[in-house]
């Protein structure tokens, strides 16, 4: 069992950055893909980025490529997503997942809790 924690989601406004951070609470995290992805109000949850167990690899949704950079330190069991860029159709909860890298949120088996990102005008 691997339990996630998301943190580092807030206000913030068109054009700036956050860093999004998620948090494993085992080891075991370093063997599995990781993935982020999003949820806005009325909409369903999409992917974002994902990234190989050993950071070798990173896929992004075209909506975010160039703006949007996933990492992690396996040495840290925390993965991150960098987000430069914004702009107000990236306001979701934000929610980091462990499994196989994959774009289908069916493929991932633990989930954090989930972060608010909110972009204004």
């Known amino acids: 069992q691997v339990q996630l924690v998301e943190s580092g989601g807030g206000l913030v406004q068109v054009g700036g950055s956050l860093r999004l951070s998620c948090a494993a609470s085992t080891r075991t995290f370093t063997t599995y893909d990781m993935g982020w992805f999003r949820q806005a109000p009325g909409k369903e949850r999409e992917f974002v980025a994902a990234i190989t167990y050993s950071g070798s690899s990173t896929y992004y949704a075209d909506s975010v490529k160039g703006r949007f950079t996933m990492s992690r330190d396996n040495a840290k069991n925390t993965g991150y997503l960098q987000m430069n860029s914004l702009k107000p159709e990236d306001t979701a909860v934000y929610y980091c997942?462990?499994?196989?890298?994959?774009?289908?949120?069916?493929?991932?088996?633990?989930w954090g809790q989930g972060t608010q990102v909110t972009v204004s005008p």
């Open positions: 997942a462990a499994g196989s890298r994959s774009k289908d949120r069916n493929a991932y088996d633990f």
